[in-house]
């Protein structure tokens, strides 16, 4: 994925992120603009993230606002599949070791 994101140039958004300007803050014709090109690019991203995720993790995100917030959570949510995993295949191991 991050390298379908990368040839896609949404990488540097899902990296870094952007943030919303306050609401007291006033923006130029130039800022605005800027503003609404980043918006979009997050909602492709986010439309690319969606569509490549299982419905198990999808529910986990829905609530999430940014694509990097997305990117974020997914990264965290396979680091605890492998970790849950690692111990299924440690203990599976354990349990075999006396009959080798």
């Known amino acids: ?33 800027k503003m609404d090109e980043l918006r979009l690019k997050d909602l492709k991203v986010k439309n690319y993230l969606f ?23 997914m990264k965290k949510s396979l680091k605890e599949i492998q970790e849950s995993r690692s111990l299924i295949f440690k203990d599976y191991y354990e349990n075999l070791k006396p009959w080798i």
Do not use: C, H
């Open 1 to 33: 994925m991050e390298n379908f994101l990368r040839s896609k140039e949404f990488w540097g958004l899902v990296e870094i992120g952007y943030d919303e300007p306050t609401s007291g803050f006033v923006q130029t014709d130039a800022q605005k603009k």
């Open 51 to 73: 569509q490549a995720l299982d419905r198990t993790v999808l529910d986990t995100i829905l609530k999430k606002d940014t694509a990097k917030d997305i990117w974020d959570a």
